[in-house]
């Protein structure tokens, strides 16, 4: 085993890109719906304003509904437009161990830093089916990083501290996407020991350094998409200790991203995942990530109004911390 990224190196703003669509990507028949220039471009400007690591294809970066030759040249894109220039995590979560190995290994081949992996969800998993999954991955892929991907809705259910603890002793493993920190957060932090880092969300990530100041190095977001001063804003805020700005500006961004959750729910958000999640982006302004993909395309407009205020207001916190 040859890992060239480790739990101490998981440190800063872990950004999750979209996979922006070409304007008739909502069609059935659409042969080919990736932006490719867009998506170069959006790899670009995350770099050059400061991001540490990019992540693909989760939820909203649409790895449930691009065909497996978008999902590769996606990858193929986001990772040699970085060139190296900061770490790539690309999504390569299926419904089977076989074809998530597969994946794993052309996303490696290409260059990867590491893999970003969910798990399969067709049928609910307990945890020996979980720690086996993550274990034969790690088996078959010796030298790649992995950052599992902790969401109780997309996977049927919530990583507990003693998969936590199981979870360490795979060496591959070296950080957790965290959907929220809550009541569990410090077993599963402590579970997770010096081999995991757990990432909270960007509006979470105050909350996660008051409580365990050394155990929160990093945060996975997705709003670098909306503009990264307010991330870097707090990310500095964290590193030199200044509370006061820290809270101040995690309550700017829970602000915002209060009228992105239908009727303040968490289930019913996951519900229209992408569909918001792509919505507010192209509203904040950035990015033109284009229309959802079939069959995660169809939302009511009153729903998707609030994904356009918090794009919009999230537009202004970029404007006030890029200092224009």
Request: with cysteine; aromatic share 10%.
């Amino acid at each position: 085993m040859n890992l060239k990224f480790r739990a101490q190196d998981v440190r800063g703003i872990f950004n999750i890109m979209p996979t922006p669509a070409t304007e008739n990507a909502a069609r059935w028949d659409c042969e080919d719906s990736v932006d490719y220039e867009e998506s170069a471009r959006i790899v670009n400007m995350l770099i050059d304003n400061h991001v540490d690591a990019i992540l693909t294809n989760g939820t909203f970066g649409e790895g449930a509904s691009l065909t497996e030759t978008e999902w590769r040249k996606f990858n193929q894109t986001v990772i040699s437009t970085a060139n190296g220039r900061v770490p790539v995590f690309s999504g390569a979560t299926t419904l089977n161990t076989r074809d998530t190995i597969s994946r794993s290994r052309e996303m490696m081949a290409m260059g990867a830093t590491g893999l970003f992996l969910g798990r399969p969800m067709w049928q609910e998993m307990d945890e020996d089916a979980i720690i086996g999954f993550y274990s034969d991955i790690a088996e078959a892929l010796p030298d790649a990083p992995i950052i599992v991907y902790d969401n109780p809705e997309a996977f049927k259910g919530k990583l507990t501290p003693k998969m936590y603890g199981r979870l360490a002793k795979i060496p591959n493993i070296v950080a957790s996407k965290y959907i929220s920190v809550g009541p569990q957060y410090l077993a599963d932090v402590e579970a997770a020991g010096d081999n995991i880092v757990i990432m909270p969300l960007d509006s979470d990530w105050y909350f996660a350094w008051k409580w365990a100041p050394k155990k929160a190095p990093a945060i996975w977001t997705g709003s670098g998409n909306c503009g990264m001063a307010p991330l870097l804003a707090l990310k500095h805020a964290i590193e030199v200790g200044d509370d006061a700005l820290a809270r101040t500006i995690t309550f700017e961004i829970r602000d915002a991203y209060k009228t992105l959750f239908p009727r303040g729910n968490f289930h019913e958000f996951s519900i229209y995942n992408v569909q918001l999640e792509k919505t507010r982006f192209n509203a904040s302004g950035l990015v033109k990530v284009g229309p959802s993909r079939p069959p995660y395309n169809r939302i009511s407009e009153d729903i998707a109004q609030g994904a356009v205020i918090a794009g919009q207001k999230y537009a202004a916190l970029q404007k006030k911390y890029a200092g224009n």
